[in-house]
C-alpha cells in the first residue's frame, strides 16, 4: 500500500487558519484591507499611489508592501503621508497568513480604516495563499499582454476586481481588449472590471467609486 503525504493541504490549510485569525484582528479593529496582486511591474505601488492619494481624506489608510527585498515601494508610499510597513519575504514568492500576522502589529490598526496591501509581485502563487484580507485586487496591465487569463487562471478566479493598467499604452500595442475580457469573464463571470492608468488617471473615478461603495459598506 502506498502512503501519500499531503504537504501542500497541509500547509495552506495552516495557512487559511492564520489568514483567520488576521481577519478576525483587522474586524476587532474595524479595518477593511484590501489586497492587490499582480505581476512584477503591472503598476502595483503606483496604483496603490494613486489610490491612496484620492482616497487619504476619506479614510485612514496604512500599506504593507511585500516584496523579496528592499524598502523601495513602503518607502514611496510613507513618502505621501502614510503609514507604511515593508515585509521583506527573503525569497519567498507570495505574501502568507504568517508574514501578514508579523506586519498587522507594526500598525495602529485601532486609528486606520483602510488597510492596503501590495502583494509580491507574482502571477501564480499569491492566489493560492489567503493573508486574511477583505478585498483581493488583480492588477492586469497592457504590456503583459492580453492573453495572460488564459494562462494564469487562478489569478483570475479568486478576485472580486480587475483592474487593467497601463491604458495610456493601447495605442502603441497590439492588445485585444474583447479577447482579453472573453478570457476573464470565463473565469469569472460578471467579475468587476476597470480599465485605468495609473499614470494619466484615466479611469480612476469608475474604480475608486467601486473600492469606496465596498469599503463603505464594510465600514458602516
Ligand atoms: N505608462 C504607464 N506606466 C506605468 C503605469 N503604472 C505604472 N507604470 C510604470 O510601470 C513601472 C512599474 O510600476 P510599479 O508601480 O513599480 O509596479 P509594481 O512592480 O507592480 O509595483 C514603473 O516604471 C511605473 O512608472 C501606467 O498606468 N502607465
Ligand atoms: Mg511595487
Ligand atoms: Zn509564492
Known sequence: MIKT???VENILGANDQLAETNRR???ATGTFAVNFMASPGAGKTAVILRTASDLKDRYRIAGINGDI???IDADQIAS???PAVQINTGGACHLDGVMLSGALPKLDLGRIDLLIVENVGNLICPASFRIGSHLDVLIASVPEG???PYKYPNMYRGVQAVLLNK???LPYLDFDMGYFRKGVEALNPGLAFFPISAKTGEGFDAYIRWLTEQADSYLK
Do not use: F, Q
Request: charged share 30%; net charge negative.
Open 25 to 27: 484582528l483587522l474586524d
Open 146 to 148: 492580453d492573453d495572460k
Open 80 to 82: 505621501i503621508g502614510i
Open 167 to 169: 491604458i495610456d499604452l
Open 5 to 7: 503525504v499531503p504537504v
Open 69 to 71: 527585498a528592499s524598502t
